[in-house]
């Protein structure tokens, strides 16, 4: 079964504000996490990904926070555009060519 | 210069038919994915190749067959298409040895089955 999942389905986020977009997994196996953005109509694309051994990871305007102890992984957006509309999948992997991905997070921008 | 790219990009087609989805990448990758996304966008992974050889095989009706002729080309054929398989399907590839098999997708098939 899926050991990824998402708290959230749907996240409405005024234009301007920040997102948190979160996600739980389940096999504490899992030693790499990845995040993805769907936008309409196309495939997945990487945003950002961290290593268990990393606590915290950031890119331009994202930043990756994991929580090993009660296996939380989130994804913080700052200053959200609309072109950050979209689902957001988190996805975990074990070592091996295989990841798994959660039910994803579609973000609405408000305007 | 796309870097995974997939065709055809939409496909109509009646049960029972037999149908191909082709994939091509040109990242230089050695590890090739199919995946499906179901109306409720979930996505599960179907098959790996890695040059060439089959490393992931999940619980996938027989009548799904990939192919891989190549470590740059992975097709997916299905045969007597059933209503149930009409979904997206992403095609994705990866480096292998890397520090994470980041997986780079394709811009996905859209497959109705009528």
């Known amino acids: 079964g899926e050991s990824v999942g998402l708290h959230l389905p749907t996240l409405s986020v005024q234009e301007g504000d920040n997102s948190i977009i979160n996600c739980a997994y389940s096999?504490?196996?899992?030693?790499?996490f990845i995040w993805y953005k769907q936008e309409s109509g196309k495939g997945p694309q990487f945003i950002i990904d961290?290593?268990?051994?990393?606590d915290k990871r950031q890119g331009q305007r994202v930043t990756v926070l994991l929580n090993k102890t009660v296996k939380h992984l989130s994804l913080q957006i700052a200053a959200t555009q609309p072109g950050d509309s979209a689902v957001y999948f988190c996805?975990?992997?074990?070592?091996?060519?295989?990841?798994?991905f959660g039910k994803g997070t579609r973000l609405h921008i408000l305007p | 210069d796309t870097a995974v790219s997939q065709t055809p990009k939409y496909l109509v087609t009646q049960m029972g038919n037999d149908k191909s989805i082709k994939c091509e990448q040109n990242?230089?990758?050695?590890?090739m994915y199919w995946y499906k996304q179901d109306s409720k966008k979930f996505l599960k992974i179907m098959f790996s190749y890695n040059n060439k050889e089959l490393i992931i095989n999940e619980t996938v009706p027989n009548r799904f067959s990939p192919k891989s002729p190549d470590k740059a080309h992975l097709n997916l054929h299905i045969n007597s298409l059933e209503l149930g398989d009409s979904a997206v399907y992403f095609c994705?590839?990866?480096?292998?040895?890397?520090?994470?098999?980041?997986?780079?997708f394709g811009p996905g098939t859209r497959l109705l089955v009528l």
């Open positions: 096999n504490s196996a899992s030693d790499y």
């Open positions: 996805a975990e992997n074990k070592g091996d060519d295989k990841i798994i």
């Open positions: 994705a590839s990866s480096q292998s040895g890397l520090a994470g098999p980041t997986q780079y």
């Open positions: 961290i290593r268990s051994n990393m």
């Open positions: 990242l230089g990758h050695d590890t």
